[in-house]
């Protein structure tokens, strides 16, 4: 990929108790809200055996997300058109041509990190599940929620027009680019949900 994949690491070295952020997944609030006994890990070496606690949404929801974060706040090394024909026309280029992340918002969930040699304690994206890590683990001094702004609103009302019209062609765009994500999500036994439920 020729994107900077970000990715925010939190430990806890007294309990080996680690929060791995994955962008669009309450990264944010997360970032914002977690107590000052967990640091900052610069490494994805994590001690093995960590219990590592991991946010994984439906890749469809969170490529729209990204692909409304995408067009909203371009990152400062592109410039992307931001008319609403603009954004049309860069949905309608990636919808021509094999599926590709737009960039590490839209990244696959499932290499993000090696999850192997961690105790991966894996959460499915909801409502309530900031509250339901917090009841576990007792890990955040607050529970901040993100709220979609004005322009925001604006660029999810224009790909939501165009999945709109193009629904099914999307479907299996992203069927087939998070794939390996889906299968990833099968083997996984959800702490707050039952996996036969998520998709």
């Known amino acids: 990929m020729d994107y900077l994949e970000t990715w925010l690491i939190f430990y806890n070295e007294a309990k080996n108790l680690a929060l791995l952020t994955i962008a669009k997944n309450c990264s944010e609030s ?40 995408y067009f909203a706040y371009p990152d400062s090394k592109r410039d992307l058109p931001t008319s609403e024909r603009g954004v049309q026309l860069n949905l309608q280029q990636w919808l021509n041509r094999e599926p590709v992340p737009w960039d590490y ?29 917090n009841k576990d683990y007792n890990c955040f001094d607050k529970i901040f929620v993100t709220h979609q702004e004005k322009l925001r ?36 036994k959800f702490v707050n949900r039952n996996v036969a439920t998520c998709f």
Do not use: M
């Open 153 to 188: 609103k604006k660029y999810k009302k224009i790909v939501r027009g165009f999945i709109d019209k193009n629904q099914k062609v999307i479907e299996s765009k992203l069927s087939t680019l998070y794939d390996a994500d889906y299968k990833f999500f099968n083997t996984l």
């Open 30 to 69: 997360i970032k914002q809200g977690v107590t000052k006994d967990f640091v900052y890990f610069d490494t994805i070496d994590l001690p093995r055996d960590t219990t590592a606690i991991t946010i994984f949404r439906d890749p469809y929801d969170r490529w729209i997300s990204g692909t409304v974060e």
């Open 105 to 133: 918002h839209t990244s696959l969930q499932s290499t993000v990190y090696n999850y192997s040699n961690l105790d991966l304690k894996p959460y499915w994206f909801c409502n309530s599940v900031l509250e339901d890590i």
